[in-house]
């Protein structure tokens, strides 16, 4: 498969990590196109493994993908604290449907946006897109050891939150 269609295949996984990732579907698309625009920009920096079967030289793509991701969302995230910004009203998004959502997910997706950026990132790449913690790490940069002691913090504070009942759900609508 060539270069191109490889990275085409990446996209809805980005997609969807972009999405868990910023809790909003706009943002998101907006990542997506930010890494795959900075991607094409790179290109002759990915270096695929040499004579490795195809099965690793997509998971290395993917890898090279979700870094790129990860690097320009830190640097959003990072712009972004230096901003203030007005608080946002769920009810001015058009595509917003609360009827369209069960509980448990909005409970899911608020306690994720409690968890810090680099909590959340870590939890979103072991456990939704099923990297390996060595995959993981090469993707946030950072040793082994820190992504697991970062998934396993983020994993005891996601399970408090959605295991508080009513005081959870009480603060995560005051962080709303």
């Keep these: 498969m060539p270069q191109h269609e490889a990275i085409v295949a990446e996209i809805p996984r980005l997609r969807r990590y972009a999405r868990a990732l910023t809790g909003d579907a706009v943002r998101a698309d907006d990542l997506v196109q930010d890494t795959l625009e900075r991607a094409c920009q790179k290109w002759s920096l990915w270096h695929p493994p040499a004579a490795a079967p195809a099965e690793h030289v997509h998971k290395a793509l993917r890898g090279w993908l979700l870094a790129i991701m990860h690097n320009l969302h830190a640097n959003q995230w990072r712009q972004a604290a230096r901003q203030p910004q007005a608080p946002w009203d769920e009810s001015l998004d058009p595509g917003h449907d ?23 990132e870590v939890l979103l790449l072991v456990g939704m897109e ?36 009513a005081p959870a759900r009480a603060v995560l609508k005051a962080v709303k």
Excluded: F, K, N, W
């Design 98 to 120: 609360p009827g369209a959502q069960t509980t448990l997910r909005l409970d899911l997706e608020r306690a994720l946006a409690r968890l810090s950026p680099t909590a959340r």
């Design 130 to 165: 099923q990297l390996s913690y060595a995959e993981t790490a090469d993707t946030l940069g950072v040793p082994i050891g820190t992504v697991m002691s970062r998934l396993s913090r983020a994993r005891a504070q996601l399970r408090q939150l959605m295991e508080g009942g």
